[in-house]
Nanobody, 122 residues
Framework: QVQLVESGGGLVQAGGSLKLSCAAS????????MGWYRQAPDKEREFVAS???????NYAHSVKGRFSISRDNANHTMYLEMSNLKPEDTAVYYC????????????????WGKGTLVTVFS
């Protein structure tokens, strides 16, 4: 069984900062790409940022220059440092990971966390 658990969400004033964490645990063999997505009220889930095992990163245009994704590969943990937050960043932020398990190390599977709420007020 594999779990992705996000933490670090909360209420913050516009212009402020937050740091989200995502910890993957369970019968993990390897973690490949990891990423953050978000879903605002009445909107579809959208890509925020991603990171490969080699450290290559990619960002949505709307967060580039304000958000920074990083990983601790040894501990299967990912972070999202968010700064200069705007009310339009308000959303539930989800962790996503492509990984293989001890039972099926040859099979890459996608997992999602349950999300953490970020609310930015002006």
């Amino acid at each position: 069984q594999v779990q992705l658990v996000e933490s670090g969400g909360g209420l913050v004033q516009a212009g402020g900062s937050l740091k989200l964490s995502c910890a993957a645990s369970g019968s993990i063999f390897s973690v490949n790409a990891m990423g953050w997505y978000r879903q605002a009220p009445d909107k579809e889930r959208e890509f925020v940022a991603s990171s490969t095992t080699t450290g290559r990163t990619n960002y949505a245009h709307s967060v580039k220059g304000r958000f920074s994704i990083s990983r601790d590969n040894a501990n299967h943990t990912m972070y999202l440092e968010m700064s200069n937050l705007k009310p339009e960043d308000t959303a539930v932020y989800y962790c996503n990971a492509d990984l293989t398990t001890l039972l099926t190390p040859w099979r890459d599977m996608e997992y999602w966390g349950k999300g953490t709420l970020v609310t930015v007020f002006s």
